[in-house]
């Protein structure tokens, strides 16, 4: 028995509004199960955002928000719970660096409506149309979250940014502005650590796929490690490169390692 984990945009459906899955994909997944194997989600997204359409695929788990959430067979095995306090003062942060964040919660996202930087609101309202919809305000008595996303542009102030949110956050810089803030001592690899050792299953067993740098953490954290073709930021890293989403990456890389 192995056990794979598996990034969703960019990975398991294309990274882009449309978020296609491939019937390569679904087969690749159907025939993993099949054969014994375990799956798993391991993503930045929240849990609450995770589709019908990516559930129906069949998983025994999930890790999700980089780390800060881990599920499997149903049940919680580990959710991190940052002080209210700490929040509420990266939200002032955020608004003293002008960037846009958009706060993630195992149940909702939130939005700060001060912040002149509109960036966030809009990725997230093409992207995640349902997310948005559900999602608070800074200013409500229930704001808390998980970890945060932001947007920067011309007007932000990053220097004092990454000084002041790194105390408590690691930073991982997607490109183009965008930025993913993950609370120190929770990552991909982290879930990827809690599975296995709730699992018993060693490590030489462990397989993980990836597109981008914040998956780095899980791709570091096994020796089967995979990237998606177009992802050349992460080569360097892996073990193995597949072809990209949309030419069958899952399939043709589960095939390479004899998964199916």
Known sequence: ??????????????????????????TAIAELRKNGH???INTGRPVFIISDAIRELGFDGYVCGCGTYVEYGGE??????????LCQKTAEICRECRVAPVYEYRNRYYFDSLTENTKGIEFFKNIF?????????VGDDDFIFDKFVAFSDENSDMELFRREIGKNFEIIDRGSGFYEMVPHGCTKGTGIDMILKRLGTRYEDAYAVGDSMNDLPML???PNSIAMGGA????????????????DGIYNAMKHFTLI
Do not use: C, H, Q
């Open 1 to 26: 028995m192995k056990t794979i984990f598996f990034d969703i945009d960019g990975t398991l459906v294309t990274d882009d509004e449309k978020m296609e899955i491939s019937e390569s994909t679904r």
């Open 38 to 40: 375990l799956t798993f």
């Open 76 to 85: 919680v095995v580990f959710s991190n719970e940052l002080d209210k306090g």
């Open 129 to 137: 149309t349902e997310g948005v919809r559900n999602s608070g305000r």
């Open 220 to 222: 570091l954290a096994v």
């Open 232 to 247: 050349e930021n992460i080569y360097p890293y892996v073990s193995y490169v597949t072809t990209s989403v949309s030419e």
